[in-house]
């Protein structure tokens, strides 16, 4: 396969935005990625090109019974100006695991991964500089076979597109108050709870809309057969410190494998903080709370990096963890991940990838 990706640049340049007014993901920049797949040539045509609109046929797959996979991870400015990535192999590993279960064809990881460092150099002047701000980088697979008929679409098309986001934080690390969930579920064992597939966050905007007229910001998910073991936060994995140990689900089949997860494991263990992966009960930890021993709880995601969780109401019992503040772990854990990322930090697991380079038109 070669990794020839073709090159048309934009020939105008749009103004950036003020990141600090802007919403999350609004806002793309000047240019994209696509590539596409037919079932007789594999994925070809590889192509970088101005960000416009794309055609699509109304019968295409996608729009039908949703088949469709994306990815999220996100490109820093350092102070000193290099560009770095966090773990981008981790999430093209991922973007194939997440094809495989909806039947889609795997994407060549060196060439995806070539592509995103292109683009983002292309683009490379819409990484923001201010501090807390990054670009979000959004890889996906979509279905665009034009056939109303349930099987597998014979044709996808690869995109990448980008947008320049502010500070999670822009007033600090604060602490969210979690609605727990125990009518509706996000996901079950055998399900495509472990692929970021659309249909999962299509199917959870009910109980989240739920959560927000009663004031929360995020639903905590128990699991979809005994509404009972917790399983994650929105779109965030989710850990609580019980005594001294750290507690997070097991990857049980119905849990999105979260790379912030997997780095803040690592991240514990190398601090000798022990960290046990296994089934955790909404009583178990609303028992804890009682004896005290609930110290902290928070999220894990690219999006915000680390979310303590200060408040958790389920079924009309409430519970305050850690006084509403944020976590002593969840401070450093942000602290020491963020500042990796940014390029402050030395980077002891090998988890920065740094772009170098231009990038020019092909002819
Ligand atoms: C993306 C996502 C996460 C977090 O994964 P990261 O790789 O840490 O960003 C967790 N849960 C769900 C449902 C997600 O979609």
């Not at 995806?112 to 670009?135: F, H, K, M, N, Y």
């Not at 936060?233 to 005594?243: A, L």
Request: glycine share 10%.
């Amino acid at each position: 396969m070669t990794h020839r990706i073709s090159v048309e640049l934009a020939t105008t340049k749009r103004p950036k935005p003020d990141v600090s007014k802007i919403g999350f993901g609004s806002c793309f920049t000047d240019h994209m990625f696509m590539m596409d797949y037919d079932a007789d040539k594999g994925w070809h045509s590889p192509q970088i090109l101005p960000y416009q609109p794309i055609m699509m046929d109304p019968a295409a797959k996608v729009f039908h019974y949703g088949q469709t996979i994306f990815e999220g991870l996100k490109a820093y400015r350092t102070a000193d100006g290099r560009i770095l990535l966090f773990r981008p192999q981790q999430n093209l590993k991922r973007l194939n695991r997440s094809n495989e279960r909806m039947s889609i064809p795997d994407v060549d990881e060196e060439l995806a991964l070539e592509a995103l460092r292109q683009l983002v150099l292309v683009d490379q002047d819409w990484i923001p500089r201010e501090e807390g701000t990054s670009l979000y980088i959004r890889p996906y697979v979509f279905a665009t076979e034009p056939l109303l008929g349930v099987a597998p679409s014979r044709q996808y098309k690869f995109m990448i597109i980008m947008s320049p986001v502010g500070s999670y934080y822009a007033e600090g690390i604060h602490p969210v108050r979690i609605h727990v969930e125990s009518e509706y579920v996000r996901a079950v064992a055998g399900g495509v709870g472990q692929a970021k597939t659309a249909g999962n966050y299509a199917a959870g905007l009910k109980a989240q809309e739920k959560a927000s007229e009663q004031g929360y910001s995020q639903v905590l998910w128990l699991d979809g057969v005994h509404r009972k073991y917790i399983e994650e936060v929105g779109s965030m994995n989710v850990f609580f410190r019980i005594g001294d140990k750290v507690v997070t689900p097991e990857l049980n089949g119905s849990i999105l494998a979260g790379i912030t997860r997997d780095s803040v494991i690592q991240m514990l263990g190398s601090w000798g903080v022990e960290v046990e992966q296994r089934r955790l009960s909404i009583e178990e930890l609303f028992e804890a709370q009682e004896q005290g021993r609930l110290v902290e709880a928070f999220g894990t995601g690219t999006a915000a990096v680390i979310s303590p969780v200060g408040e958790l109401n389920w079924e009309n019992r409430k519970i305050i963890i850690g006084e509403g503040r944020t976590g002593e772990l969840s401070a450093r854990l942000y602290n020491e991940l963020t500042g990796i990322q940014r390029g402050e930090l030395a980077d002891p697991f090998g988890w920065v990838l740094e772009l170098k380079g231009t990038v020019s038109a092909t002819s």
